[in-house]
């Protein structure tokens, strides 16, 4: 009797044991691959899922189809390192530590790839990472050093040491990306893939086959081109990125130097000076004599316009030669996006694949006259966001919930199967995803940028974000509150903040703004050893911002002597 209960026993743990084993089987295989696909500073504005006045980008669009378009997403601090870390870590910059661009990111911080390769994934990223430092948690990585370059680049590579590779950055990202995908990717393990472009960064280096039908295009202009920020303090009346005033002529605009000589053009820094060269310096001959096809054209043109030009003429031929640039670059982001997803649909990758198409932030490209991003307007502070997992998420869905980077994180690890650690600050997005919007329960968003005095001078602020407001304390070296009625101002040109009709509004607001401050357990006072460290960086790299505002850092420096 004792033998047959004791063989029923084991009997059914067996049965047991096997139905776990075959419960986790059936798990692993489902366990996604993730494909996350970042470029540097595409700005929505120029995909044409959003909006196809300025560009047609149909392989990303490909990816809005298949899944779900995000039109309310959105970064906690924008700008690129600080971005990147946040969506590594699913931390907001003042608890991952990576506030600026300046310093290496803290590498003792636990990451969403580490996690997802202790639980079995094979992890690859190729492209740009701007930390500072190499990756953890990565089987692979081929990444760009800093900023990287468009043409001819060199990269930091996990296995082969530091190497340069002829071409254009796009191509070569890409090509690293699906010879992975093909060569060293295993089949019975789960995959989750960086795939990081350079392009669309400044200074806007198309590849050679896009520089003509760019540069004899011609571009509508924004609304709010001429700003003369008016309706806003001083944050924005002393940054430093007017398409005018703060672009350089040679690296920006593409102005070749003796030209420049030649109209008597001065340029406005030593770095702005050195910026031709450093562009067309690493291409070979070939690449170089396609670059001088075009570009000698539109030299020829400006040398005839110049003389008579008034401000604004100059203005909008600025804005002009921006747009075929930018654009331009990300005719070859989208091209070599859609050689990877040919190439899951061509290897029955699709099926089991999250494809992710974002950026680190998006940017300006006109509006308020600017260029660049930081701020928590509109144009910077949302971001990009395309989401496709085939046969789990619905085909050509929208979703205007305030999502944020913050929010990768925890969404990867959930899709995984894998909890996330407590101490992570987003939520994951998979209720959005899978329509079950109820679920999601998220009203305000919480901003904060600290990358002062720094190039373009955008002064520091945090600010609390609802569907219809943004309110903004910039206070830095200023001490200064923007409200802005998101509905009833959508192009963002005026504060409201001291008009008595929305004494009530703001009230709330500055409640709310506590409440998710504590939250997220922000007091934003930077430490002390911070700050110190932080401005000796400028004094010791001279770096006066590269602007012309220079005697606001004096400033901070005096008012530091005297502390
Ligand atoms: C460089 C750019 C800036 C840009 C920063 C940060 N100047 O300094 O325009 O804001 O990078 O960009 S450049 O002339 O060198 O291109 S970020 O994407 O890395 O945050
Ligand atoms: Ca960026």
């Given amino acids: 009797m004792k033998h047959v209960l004791k063989s029923i026993f084991l009997g059914s743990l067996a049965i047991l044991a096997f139905a776990c084993k075959t419960e986790e089987a059936a798990k692993t295989a489902e366990r996604p691959n993730i494909i996350f696909i970042m470029s540097d500073d595409h700005a929505y504005q120029a995909i044409s899922a ?6 047609e980008t149909p392989n990303i669009d490909r990816i809005a189809k ?30 991952n530590g990576k506030v600026d661009n300046h310093f290496p990111f803290d590498t003792t911080n636990v990451t ?17 990472l701007h930390f500072g430092n190499s990756p953890k948690g990565f089987d692979q990585f081929k990444i760009l050093p800093g900023q990287g370059a468009y043409y001819n680049p060199d990269f930091i590579t996990k296995n082969e040491g530091n190497i340069k590779v002829e071409g254009y950055v796009t191509d070569i990202i890409t090509d690293m990306t699906l010879d992975w995908l093909q060569y060293e990717r295993k089949a019975d393990q789960p995959f989750m893939l960086m795939y990081l472009h350079k392009a669309p960064h400044r200074e806007w280096l198309p590849a050679e086959r896009h520089i003509e039908e760019f540069t004899n295009r011609t571009f509508k202009e924004p609304a709010t081109l001429f700003d003369d920020y008016s309706g806003r303090g001083r944050a924005a009346h002393e940054a430093e990125m007017n398409l005018l005033e703060d672009m350089n002529w040679s690296g920006d605009s593409k102005v070749y130097p003796e030209v420049m000589d030649e109209l008597g053009i001065p340029e406005t820094s030593d770095w702005d000076k050195g910026a031709f060269e450093r562009e067309v310096g690493r291409m070979n001959e070939a690449q170089r004599a396609n670059w001088d096809k075009a570009y000698m054209k539109v030299n020829e043109d400006f040398k005839k316009a110049y003389p008579t030009m008034t401000e604004k003429d100059k203005m909008k031929w600025r804005y ?31 099926e089991n694949t999250i ?18 991003k930081r701020f928590v307007y509109n144009e910077s502070f949302k971001t990009p966001l395309l989401m496709a997992w085939p046969g789990k ?30 101490d992570m600050q987003g939520e994951s997005l998979l209720p959005l995803l899978m329509g079950e919007t109820d679920k999601w329960t998220r009203e305000a968003v919480y901003y904060h940028y600290y990358e002062y005095p720094s190039v373009h001078m955008v002064k520091r602020h945090y600010a609390i974000i609802t569907k219809e407001y943004k309110l903004v304390h910039y206070y830095f070296d200023n001490d200064e509150w923007e409200l802005i009625d998101r509905k009833k101002d959508p192009m963002e040109m005026t504060n409201v903040y001291d008009d008595p009709a929305y004494a009530e509004i703001r009230a709330d607001l500055h409640k709310q703004l506590d409440g998710l401050r504590e939250k997220y357990g922000d007091s934003s006072e930077l430490s002390q050893e911070y700050i110190d460290k932080y401005l000796d960086y400028l ?12 005697e606001l850092i004096d400033k901070i420096f005096e008012d530091r002597k005297k502390k």
């Fill in 355 to 372: 494809i992710v198409y974002t950026s680190d932030q998006g940017f300006y490209l006109g509006e308020h006259g600017w260029f660049d």
């Fill in 50 to 55: 959003y909006d196809n006045t300025l560009i």
């Fill in 393 to 422: 998420v619905k085909a050509g869905t929208k979703s205007d919930e305030m999502v944020q980077n913050l929010d990768f994180a925890q969404t990867f690890l959930a899709a995984a199967g894998i909890e996330a650690p407590a």
């Fill in 539 to 550: 004094e010791e790299n001279n770096s006066s911002a590269g602007g012309k505002n220079t």
């Fill in 112 to 128: 969403f790839p580490q996690i997802l390769q202790d639980a079995g994934y094979q992890t690859a990223m190729f492209g740009k």
């Fill in 66 to 95: 298949m899944g779900m378009l995000f039109t309310n997403a959105s970064v906690t601090n924008s700008i690129c390192a600080p971005s990147r870390a946040t969506i590594l870590t699913g931390k907001h910059s003042h608890i």
């Fill in 320 to 350: 002009q030669r921006y747009m075929q640039d930018y654009l331009g670059t990300i005719k070859a982001v989208d091209e070599n996006v859609g050689r990877v997803l040919d190439y899951l649909e061509a290897n029955n990758l699709m």
